[in-house]
């Protein structure tokens, strides 16, 4: 049978989701546009990342801050950059604190894991590295000369160095609350993940739950995912349930 109250407060993830990725995004763009133009941009993105693929809502919403909000495109980029980077960042995080806290049920994919934190953190440095040689590069100036346009890779590799070449302060001054609002919105994941299995009487542990939603909610938000991650994120949760005997 199913727990029609479990069910329904499952679902209070899906509100608060929406505000909490539109906090974050208003923050990152300097409030710009209005928090409530930026509630109706977060769930068209949403729309488009379910019934198409998640790279292709961020590239609506970036297109949507620029054609339409007049926000610069360097800003509108960065914004998703730094939005996702903290998404990542919030995931291992939490993700870190539950394993440690189940490590002993984790018997089965512990080389896995360790295999997954590895390459997480070679990820990282790579990044950072990425970043370290970014800022000693010089951004290409476009070509005044009459009658001579700067060539569409030279253009594209100047805009590419503006996005990364992110200002220390700026960084510094954002990163924390960004961080902050990721993070929470990790933890309405993993509680909106037990409800889900208190509603469909999965005996599991609020922990085990947790983990579980954490990371099958990353899994189906890689950008390559289609359809808002249908399938991959079902196979996940199916794969990350039977590792706690279910």
């Known amino acids: 049978t199913v727990s029609v109250p479990w069910l329904l407060a499952s679902l209070f993830y899906i509100p608060a989701g929406i505000v909490l990725i539109a906090a974050r995004y208003h923050r990152l763009i300097h409030g710009l546009i209005s928090f409530s133009a930026m509630l109706y941009l977060v769930i068209f993105q949403g729309a488009i990342s379910t019934f198409l693929a998640n790279a292709a809502g961020s590239l609506s919403y970036v297109g ?17 950059i730094i939005a996702r980077l903290a998404e990542m960042l919030s995931s291992l995080i939490v993700t870190a604190i539950l394993v440690a806290v189940v490590w002993s049920q984790l018997e089965q994919i512990r080389p896995l894991l360790l295999l ?5 953190v070679i990820g990282g440095f790579a990044a950072a590295l990425v970043i370290v040689i970014a800022r000693r590069l010089k951004v290409p100036a476009a070509s005044e000369t009459p009658g001579h346009r700067t060539s569409f890779w030279k253009r594209a590799m100047g805009f590419g160095l503006r996005v990364i070449q992110l200002n220390p302060g700026y960084i510094a001054m954002i990163l924390p609350k960004t961080l902050l609002y990721s993070i929470v919105l990790q933890a309405v994941i993993a509680v909106a993940m037990y409800f889900s299995a208190r509603a ?17 909610a990353f899994i189906a938000s890689v950008p390559i995912t289609v ?15 039977a590792v706690f005997g279910v």
């Not at 997954?116 to 997480?120: M, V």
């Open 64 to 80: 949507i801050l620029i054609k339409v909000y007049k926000v610069s495109a360097e800003l509108a980029v960065q914004s998703t």
């Open 116 to 120: 997954a934190i590895l390459l997480a």
């Open 200 to 216: 469909f009487n999965i005996d599991i542990g609020f922990f085990e739950a947790a983990l579980v939603g954490v990371v099958s």
């Open 227 to 241: 359809f808002g991650g249908v399938g991959v994120y079902e196979v996940s949760v199916v794969g990350l349930l």
